[in-house]
């Protein structure tokens, strides 16, 4: 299926990636009868090709299913340049995005992620709170079919989640008896994997390879949960679709879009509304890829901001060791437990905002690589199986999501060289770790370890961020996240913002972005149930005001 080469039919809403955001958008407006194109560059994965219930399934992951697409370096994936980045760029070409490896931990950010300016004086505050975003948080957790458990004190009252939590394993109660020893806030964590048959998936087996695939299908990625609605309601799916530049008329509204195919040819898809959803990375890619003599620093760039503020979760983590047998290679992987003890701002410890805590599984034998940068002979080879034989189901991390404030040198750029398989230009991160990122870095991983040897363990081995560049290649990648956010940050103010508080372009009326790049802050929680709520509050404003939509002749 696709256009022809002169734009074939215009359609309503061309919608640019597949991922969670731009399906939420095509589920939602195909179901209300707008003609629908979704270009997605990779393809759709065949579930039944993970290797999740394999045996070989380890060393399958460190390539075929690896997060990094450097590594992966797959036809879908496009190669970016980090030699400048603290932290290696991890995300997934295909239909349903990164949400086919994603953890599937399914947060809601805390009311005062909303306004940090605000309670901290730094960064901005978001256009809307948390009030307006919560009906949407409620109607994604249905949609996706999230497991977990009403009442966490740390947030407001509201809705518990539709699905029961996940078992919390011994892993979680190991954790939980560490923090209740301390008095510190734990709680049963949110995931969007199924944890009794949802929707047609079947439940969670905790096989715990989640990140790398989910076998069964209990895990919520968006080519299961909203593609097969969209396509019912006539979603007009494209893959194989790299898009080089979206087009504009002479009055400065978006025509389309140019893509080419996986034979080499160049098409045109032409549309009324164009909603882009490529990720922090891939969305300012495109536009700052999109010049003309209407936008000669990129679309939608008058403020200057594309691919500024580029924000990462620089991830850190403290793993203990135990003298009993953990189970600590099943899942849910996923996260059984999560604390929020240290999330808010005190300004005594010499820092802003906070972090949130996780609980995740150590996996397989090659779930727990050597400590990045130590001496092979410590890492490898007789030391390396002495050490599988000390540690295998015997331990747990507590992985430590800390918020990253927005800062303009962080920022995605062109790279003057480097480009695809297509020839389209690739990306060059900029990212240095900041002086609050380590000081709070510090802070979390000296009270996680804390927590640790509370629970027990026998040794603790700490995981600061990774800063080694030398490294972005390697399996140390793994100790990145890859949330990618704030590269197109909505705002109100033209001068200062790419996009308004519904996601509009506020220099080309008919062109959206509904993906993590309008993030205004990073909170210090995954990400993506808050990518999707807001994706449904903006194109529920779009379906409601398309009366009013400009769009070209």
């Given at each position: 299926?696709?256009?022809?080469?002169?734009?074939?039919?215009?359609?309503?809403?061309?919608?640019?990636?597949?991922?969670?955001?731009?399906?939420?958008?095509?589920?939602?407006?195909?179901?209300?009868?707008?003609?629908?194109?979704?270009?997605?560059?990779?393809?759709?994965?065949?579930?039944?090709?993970?290797?999740?219930?394999?045996?070989?399934?380890?060393?399958?992951?460190?390539?075929?299913?690896?997060?990094?697409?450097?590594?992966?370096?797959?036809?879908?994936?496009?190669?970016?340049?980090?030699?400048?980045?603290?932290?290696?760029?991890?995300?997934?070409?295909?239909?349903?995005?990164?949400?086919?490896?994603?953890?599937a931990h399914w947060q809601r950010f805390m009311p005062s992620d909303f306004r940090v300016k605000t309670l901290d004086g730094v960064a901005d505050d978001w256009p809307f709170t948390y009030e307006d975003l919560e009906p949407y948080y409620d109607e994604m957790d249905i949609e996706v079919g999230v497991s977990g458990l009403g009442g966490d004190p740390c947030y407001p009252p509201g809705?518990?989640?539709?699905?029961?939590?996940?078992?919390?394993?011994?892993?979680?109660?190991?954790?939980?008896?560490?923090?209740?020893?301390?008095?510190?806030?734990?709680?049963?964590?949110?995931?969007?994997?199924?944890?009794?048959?949802?929707?047609?998936?079947?439940?969670?087996?905790?096989?715990?390879?989640?990140?790398?695939?989910?076998?069964?299908?209990?895990?919520?990625?968006?080519?299961?949960?909203?593609?097969?609605?969209?396509?019912?309601?006539?979603?007009?799916?494209?893959?194989?679709?790299?898009?080089?530049?979206?087009?504009?008329?002479?009055?400065?509204?978006?025509?389309?879009?140019?893509?080419?195919?996986?034979?080499?040819?160049?098409?045109?898809?032409?549309?009324?509304?164009?909603?882009?959803?490529?990720?922090?990375?891939?969305?300012?890619?495109?536009?700052?890829?999109?010049?003309?003599?209407?936008?000669?620093?990129?679309?939608?760039?008058?403020?200057?901001?594309?691919?500024?503020?580029?924000?990462?979760?620089?991830?850190?983590?403290?793993?203990?060791?135990?003298?009993?047998?953990?189970?600590?290679?099943?899942?849910?992987?996923?996260?059984?437990?999560?604390?929020?003890?240290?999330?808010?701002?005190?300004?005594?410890?010499?820092?802003?905002?906070?972090?949130?805590?996780?609980?995740?599984?150590?996996?397989?034998?090659?779930?727990?690589?050597?400590?990045?940068?130590?001496?092979?002979?410590?890492?490898?080879?007789?030391?390396?199986?002495?050490?599988?034989?000390?540690?295998?189901?015997?331990?747990?991390?507590?992985?430590?999501?800390?918020?990253?404030?927005?800062?303009?040198?962080?920022?995605?750029?062109?790279?003057?060289?480097?480009?695809?398989?297509?020839?389209?230009?690739?990306?060059?991160?900029?990212?240095?770790?900041?002086?609050?990122?380590?000081r709070l870095s510090t802070f979390h991983l000296a009270r996680a370890k804390e927590a640790m040897e509370a629970s027990g363990a026998v040794d603790v081995t700490v995981r600061p961020p990774l800063t080694d560049r030398s490294q972005h290649n390697t399996g140390a990648s793994l100790l990145a996240t890859g949330h990618l956010m704030g590269t197109c940050k909505m705002g109100r103010d033209?001068?200062?913002?790419?996009?308004?508080?519904?996601?509009?372009?506020?220099?080309?009326?008919?062109?959206?972005?509904?993906?993590?790049?309008?993030?205004?802050?990073?909170?210090?929680?995954?990400?993506?149930?808050?990518?999707?709520?807001?994706?449904?509050?903006?194109?529920?404003?779009?379906?409601?005001?398309?009366?009013?939509?400009?769009?070209?002749?």
């Amino acid at each position: 299926m696709g256009s022809s080469d002169k734009g074939g039919k215009v359609a309503d809403v061309l919608i640019i990636g597949a991922g969670a955001s731009g399906l939420v958008a095509a589920k939602h407006l195909t179901m209300n009868g707008f003609d629908v194109v979704c270009l997605e560059q990779g393809q759709k994965v065949d579930h039944g090709t993970f290797w999740g219930d394999k045996p070989e399934f380890d060393l399958m992951t460190q390539k075929l299913w690896h997060p990094n697409p450097n590594v992966r370096d797959l036809e879908s994936d496009y190669p970016i340049d980090t030699s400048e980045s603290d932290v290696p760029i991890l995300m997934y070409n295909a239909v349903g995005g990164t949400t086919i490896l994603f953890g599937a931990h399914w947060q809601r950010f805390m009311p005062s992620d909303f306004r940090v300016k605000t309670l901290d004086g730094v960064a901005d505050d978001w256009p809307f709170t948390y009030e307006d975003l919560e009906p949407y948080y409620d109607e994604m957790d249905i949609e996706v079919g999230v497991s977990g458990l009403g009442g966490d004190p740390c947030y407001p009252p509201g809705k518990a989640p539709p699905l029961p939590p996940l078992p919390l394993g011994k892993i979680g109660i190991k954790a939980a008896e560490g923090m209740n020893k301390l008095g510190w806030h734990w709680w049963p964590a949110p995931n969007s994997i199924a944890s009794r048959p949802y929707e047609g998936r079947d439940p969670c087996t905790l096989r715990g390879t989640c990140r790398n695939g989910c076998v069964e299908g209990a895990k919520a990625s968006f080519d299961l949960t909203h593609l097969p609605i969209a396509l019912k309601h006539g979603l007009r799916l494209v893959t194989g679709a790299r898009v080089r530049e979206i087009l504009v008329n002479d009055a400065g509204l978006a025509t389309g879009a140019v893509y080419l195919d996986r034979n080499g040819r160049e098409r045109r898809q032409l549309a009324q509304a164009i909603i882009v959803c490529c990720n922090g990375v891939g969305t300012p890619r495109i536009l700052l890829a999109s010049k003309s003599a209407k936008f000669p620093d990129g679309l939608a760039n008058s403020s200057g901001l594309v691919g500024k503020n580029l924000m990462l979760h620089p991830y850190c983590a403290v793993v203990g060791h135990f003298d009993e047998c953990l189970d600590s290679w099943l899942g849910p992987a996923g996260q059984p437990i999560q604390s929020m003890q240290f999330y808010e701002t005190d300004p005594r410890r010499g820092f802003v905002r906070g972090a949130k805590w996780h609980v995740l599984p150590t996996g397989g034998p090659l779930g727990g690589p050597p400590t990045p940068g130590a001496p092979f002979d410590e890492a490898w080879g007789e030391a390396f199986h002495r050490e599988r034989e000390r540690t295998f189901g015997c331990s747990f991390e507590w992985g430590i999501l800390a918020e990253d404030l927005p800062e303009e040198a962080n920022r995605v750029e062109l790279d003057p060289t480097l480009t695809d398989s297509d020839g389209v230009p690739s990306p060059r991160i900029v990212y240095n770790n900041s002086e609050n990122t380590k000081r709070l870095s510090t802070f979390h991983l000296a009270r996680a370890k804390e927590a640790m040897e509370a629970s027990g363990a026998v040794d603790v081995t700490v995981r600061p961020p990774l800063t080694d560049r030398s490294q972005h290649n390697t399996g140390a990648s793994l100790l990145a996240t890859g949330h990618l956010m704030g590269t197109c940050k909505m705002g109100r103010d033209p001068a200062t913002s790419v996009v308004n508080e519904w996601g509009q372009a506020h220099d080309v009326p008919n062109l959206f972005i509904f993906d993590g790049s309008v993030f205004v802050t990073s909170s210090g929680f995954n990400p993506t149930g808050t990518i999707c709520a807001v994706a449904l509050r903006s194109v529920r404003h779009l379906i409601a005001t398309r009366g009013d939509q400009k769009v070209a002749a």
